[in-house]
């Protein structure tokens, strides 16, 4: 992996914050071990968290204090930490009118499936979060590989479309 004294800062963005985008936020802070940090917000926040989310991201060794479903207005103004990258995790927001962004970063869009919308009991619940966990758990260690401090701006771009257009997750097995 390269090595870098610089931390990344990505913020996830979903309709609602309380689930894929909530997953996102917290993989890219574990999987990131210092060079992300990972920040997430919506566009109409539902005020809670998934409780299958948290549960997921604790299986998989994640921390979750901290974890709230917030608006992307806490990401915009003088006094917001500005991003390096902004990542929509869902086509509702990625089809909305995002607010400028303090500084200059590059956005992108990885389409996660919904797990909330999942049918079929509590099984086919916790399958669903963990297959959409290992989606975006795979995104982000492809994301870690790639020489960012060494890319502009167009190249990591064009990097984050590609890492989107593989969908195929690799295993993520819970940390213990």
């Known amino acids: 992996m390269p090595t870098s004294n610089r931390t990344?800062?990505?913020?996830?963005?979903?309709?609602?914050n309380s689930a894929r985008s909530i997953l996102a936020e917290a993989l890219a802070t574990h999987l990131g071990q210092g060079r992300l940090q990972g920040y997430s917000a919506g566009s109409?926040?539902?005020?809670?968290?998934?409780?299958?989310?948290?549960?997921?991201?604790?299986?998989?060794?994640?921390?979750?204090d901290?974890?709230?479903?917030?608006?992307?207005?806490?990401?915009?103004?003088?006094?917001?930490?500005p991003m390096d990258l902004v990542i929509t995790v869902c086509d509702n927001a990625a089809h909305e009118i995002c607010p400028v962004w303090?500084?200059?970063p590059?956005?992108?869009h990885w389409a996660c499936p919904d797990p909330t919308s999942t049918r079929?009991?509590?099984?086919a619940t916790a399958r669903a979060f963990q297959q959409t966990a290992e989606l975006i758990a795979d995104r982000i260690q492809r994301l870690l590989v790639l020489p960012l401090d060494a890319m502009d701006a167009a190249a990591i771009g064009i990097a984050l479309a590609a890492i989107a257009q593989d969908?195929?997750?690799?295993?993520?097995?819970?940390v213990t």
Request: charged share 15%; with cysteine; proline share 11%.
């Open 102 to 104: 303090p500084g200059t």
């Open 120 to 123: 079929g009991g509590a099984h």
């Open 8 to 16: 990344w800062r990505v913020l996830f963005l979903c309709t609602h």
């Open 167 to 174: 969908t195929r997750p690799a295993a993520l097995e819970p």
């Open 106 to 108: 590059v956005p992108t």
């Open 44 to 64: 109409q926040p539902s005020g809670t968290v998934n409780p299958h989310a948290l549960a997921t991201l604790q299986r998989l060794g994640c921390r979750v």
């Open 66 to 81: 901290g974890l709230r479903s917030k608006s992307w207005e806490e990401f915009i103004g003088p006094d917001a930490v």
